[in-house]
């Protein structure tokens, strides 16, 4: 999982919207200057945050919106071809993604908000961009 680093915390949802084992809050990101999804949720307290894209197929992965979690809550697993991802790490534990692993995008929690910490390749929609169906 990646450190925080240097950027400046972006506020992400408030610490109540993320039930343990719960259904993510999905957001708007930029990846290599292509708009996708990253999603966030709780596993085991900790709240982890991942680019929504296999490592089999890039494609996102919730079967429903928001729900990446198996029927047991303990795997993450994508919805097209059934891989499974450990939640803590987003390592493939099984299925076709092979020795991928999903994105990994630091996160930090304190006084009840969630906020990620953009990085070189993950960045937030900037203000003024259009609405993702438009984005170059
Ligand atoms: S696209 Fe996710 S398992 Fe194939």
Redesign the pocket.
């Known amino acids: 999982m990646p450190e925080p680093t240097d950027a400046v915390a972006e506020p992400l949802c408030a610490s109540a919207d993320l039930a343990e084992r719960g259904r993510a809050f999905v957001w708007d990101v930029v990846v290599w200057r292509q708009p996708a999804r990253a999603f966030a949720l709780r596993f085991d307290g900790r709240v982890v945050a991942y680019l929504n894209r296999?490592?089999?197929?890039?494609?996102e992965?919730d079967w429903q919106p928001g729900e990446f979690l198996d029927q047991d809550r303990r795997w993450i697993l994508?919805?097209?071809?059934?891989?499974a991802y450990e939640p803590a790490d987003g390592r493939c534990v099984g299925?076709?993604?092979g020795r991928g692993r999903l994105m990994a995008i630091a996160t930090e929690e304190r006084d009840g908000q969630v906020y990620w910490y953009p990085s070189r390749d993950v960045q937030p929609v900037p203000f003024d961009a259009p609405p993702p169906e438009r984005f170059p």
């Open positions: 296999c490592a089999h197929v890039p494609t992965m994508c919805s097209i071809h059934g891989a299925g076709p993604c």
